[in-house]
Nanobody, 122 residues
């Protein structure tokens, strides 16, 4: 069992930055792939980024070059640094975890956080 808690959401102006954190507990963090997804009103949950221990990291095309995933395995925490934010990035952001390699598919993830709202004003 893995428990996930996201923090760091909020309101930011277009062009600004936010850093989301996801603290995990309950399982050896190093063996778990961590993913970030987002869901805007009226839309399906969409892949943002995913990271496994080591260097394997996946990004959605829409955030590549603007968002960066990093991990602190000692603190069982994964971060999503979001730069150059725009209105299309407004969504609830979810952290998710799965045993195995990073995946772009939400259905591959078993454990989910409660989500944190990110709102970008234009």
């Amino acid at each position: 069992q893995v428990q996930l808690v996201e923090t760091g959401g909020g309101l930011v102006q277009a062009g600004g930055s936010l850093r989301l954190s996801c603290a995990a507990s309950g399982r050896t963090f190093g063996n778990v792939a961590m993913g970030w997804f987002r869901q805007a009103p009226g839309k399906e949950r969409a892949f943002v980024a995913s990271s496994a221990s080591g260097t394997l990291t996946l990004y959605a095309d829409s955030v590549k070059g603007r968002f960066t995933v990093s991990r602190d395995n000692a603190k069982n925490t994964v971060f999503l640094q979001m730069n150059s934010l725009n209105a299309e990035d407004t969504a609830v952001y979810f952290c998710a975890a799965r045993v195995g390699l990073p995946s772009r598919r939400p259905d591959d993830y078993i454990y989910w956080g409660q989500g944190t709202q990110v709102t970008v004003s234009s």
